[in-house]
């Protein structure tokens, strides 16, 4: 592989406190050069361990509105601040307020043209389908959920490479 390696970063959680909501997902899409590789930590699976291994060799995490959420959630829940990691962090919602594109992550996609195989999904409809397997051992709740992560976290790559 050669080149820098990026990675575009989001997770799930079961509501908006860390102190309170786990994380319960983390999608991680790696990209070096044409090499592509998604990872997901799943519920136990979320330790710091495993996500500074997911991370390694990574140079900058690219996030939607992982300033405000997803890295200061990250740092209460596990205990890795990612930039005193020594990781280079760009909030792709900055850049897209920048071209004057507003609102949520799904608005902004829908304004590019990125399309999603589970459109009617949000973070309401996560913390729900992460419920439904937790409590009623339901996998394609859980299936339901992994796709719907996935989704936003390739489509953070796709998001940046329009807005550039």
């Known amino acids: 592989m050669t080149g820098k390696c990026e990675a575009y970063l989001d997770i799930e959680t079961t509501g908006l406190s860390p102190e309170h ?14 090499f592509e590789e998604f ?3 799943v519920g ?32 209460t829940r ?7 990691e020594g990781f280079t962090h760009c909030d792709l919602m900055h850049r897209c307020h920048r071209k004057g594109l507003r609102g949520g992550l799904k608005k902004i996609e829908v304004a590019l043209g990125i399309g999603r195989n589970l459109p009617g999904v949000n973070g309401y409809h996560a913390v729900r389908l992460w419920w439904q397997y937790v409590n009623d051992y339901d996998q394609e709740a859980l299936n339901s959920l992994l796709e719907y992560n996935k989704e936003d976290t390739i489509n953070l790559k796709t998001l940046r490479l329009l807005i550039e």
């Open 78 to 84: 596990l205990g890795v601040d990612l930039v005193e």
């Open 44 to 75: 136990d699976q979320i330790t710091p361990e495993n996500l500074l291994q997911a991370l390694d060799e990574v140079e900058t995490i690219y996030t939607f509105n992982g300033e405000r959420f997803d890295l200061p959630y990250i740092k």
């Open 39 to 41: 990872i997901q930590l």
């Open 21 to 34: 909501c786990p994380i319960t997902v983390v999608g991680i899409h790696r990209c070096t050069g044409n």
